[in-house]
T-cell receptor, first 117, second 117 residues
Framework: EAGVTQFPSHSVIEKGQTVTLRCDPI?????LYWYRRVMGKEIKFLLH????????ESGMPNNRFLAERTGGTYSTLKVQPAELEDSGVYFC???????????????FGQGTRLTVV | AQKVTQAQTEISVVEKEDVTLDCVYETRDTTYYLFWYKQPPSGELVFLIR??????QNEISGRYSWNFQKSTSSFNFTITASQVVDSAVYFCALSDPYTGTASKLTFGTGTRLQVTL
């Protein structure tokens, strides 16, 4: 079974440019998350999709970030225009709808390392 | 607000030594989940364990063991007889509980473990 896949693995862009990150979750997983780790700091939640709907986008830094999940399958995270502080590793994760009493673990991709210069 | 503290930034051990990675958490919720993830050099986050707040039994899986103590809000991770392949960054995480099954995670800053020959 394929895991969570993220593209690209690395991206170097200039300040002011646009970058789009893509995440393909595990097939059948309704829940999709985006997280970000800025160097040396904790991994921080950005947003959560349930199918194609945004369940929680409280972690999105500002309106330069736009996440979509058309058709409830893959998701994209666009940064426009990119700023220096957007540099970091962006992780995507997916999980199944689990049992009523339990939370299911999230499976993470390898991340996209974004460098804004 | 939830918080996870991993006070050890980096640990170096010699192969076959035992090592314990500390994790202390803060939450006002009575129901929550704790997780450990491993990030090897390849970059992806690998799920290791999930523990719910009502189960304080220690768990052992091969060379890995976890000590959950609610009284001290700690969920420490011990690797027995460490091996070079254990070298990675280890993250402790806490779920954000709400009615439903999927979890938004609050991560610690990670502990980098270096195991040398």
């Amino acid at each position: 079974e394929a895991g969570v896949t993220q593209f690209p693995s690395h991206s170097v862009i200039e300040k002011g440019q646009t970058v789009t990150l893509r995440c393909d979750p595990i097939s059948g997983h309704d829940n999709l998350y985006w997280y970000r780790r800025v160097m040396g700091k904790e991994i921080k939640f950005l947003l959560h999709f349930v199918k194609e709907s945004k369940q929680d986008e409280s972690g999105m830094p500002n309106n330069r970030f736009l996440a979509e999940r058309t058709g409830g399958t893959y998701s994209t995270l666009k940064v426009q225009p990119a700023e220096l502080e957007d540099s970091g590793v962006y992780f995507c994760a997916s999980s199944q709808e689990g049992a009523i009493t339990g939370a299911t673990e999230a499976f993470f991709g390898q991340g996209t390392r974004l460098t804004v210069v | 607000a939830q918080k996870v503290t991993q006070a050890q930034t980096e640990i170096s051990v010699v192969e076959k030594e035992d090592v314990t990675l500390d994790c202390v958490y803060e939450t006002r919720d009575t129901t929550y989940y704790l997780f450990w993830y491993k990030q090897p050099p390849s970059g992806e986050l690998v799920f290791l364990i999930r523990r719910n707040s009502f189960d304080e039994q220690n768990e052992i899986s091969g060379r890995y063991s976890w000590n959950f103590q609610k009284s001290t809000s700690s969920f420490n991770f011990t690797i027995t007889a460490s091996q070079v392949v254990d070298s990675a960054v280890y993250f402790c995480a806490l779920s954000d509980p709400y009615t439903g099954t999927a979890s938004k995670l609050t991560f610690g800053t990670g502990t980098r473990l270096q195991v040398t020959l």
